[in-house]
Nanobody, 120 residues
Framework: QVQLVESGGGLVQPGGSLRLSCVAS????????MGWFRQAPGKQRELVAR???????NYADSVKGRFTISRDHAENTVYLQMNTLKPEDTAVYFC??????????????WGQGTQVTVSS
């Protein structure tokens, strides 16, 4: 019923920047929270950043000061601006959304992921 599609990943040199986008589509009442997770090979999936409807944000300690999450409510889109990228940022980045469907049912939606590789 709900689909999240990420874009913007790719290969970048250390110190470079990327902007990830995630667009939610389908039939739903509202999106309560949107965020980004990442998972490197052999590692657990970890929260990178999230944003609520009132604009409150949370960031992983490892990305504070370098990454910025934002949301365009009109377009059901969340962004992750990643600056001063480091090799340890290399991972598959997943978009996540907590969604309320029509009828008040809740749904936790995940995108397929986009690869970010930081390397010389």
């Amino acid at each position: 019923q709900v689909q999240l599609v990420e874009s913007g990943g790719g290969l970048v040199q250390p110190g470079g920047s990327l902007r990830l986008s995630c667009v939610a589509s389908g039939s739903f009442s509202s999106i309560n929270v949107m965020g980004w997770f990442r998972q490197a090979p052999g590692k657990q999936r970890e929260l990178v950043a999230r944003i609520t409807n009132d604009g409150s944000t949370n960031y992983a300690d490892s990305v504070k000061g370098r990454f910025t999450i934002s949301r365009d409510h009109a377009e059901n889109t969340v962004y992750l601006q990643m600056n001063t990228l480091k090799p340890e940022d290399t991972a598959v980045y997943f978009c996540n959304a907590h969604i309320t469907l029509y009828g008040s049912a809740r749904y936790d939606s995940w995108g397929q992921g986009t690869q970010v590789t930081v390397s010389s």
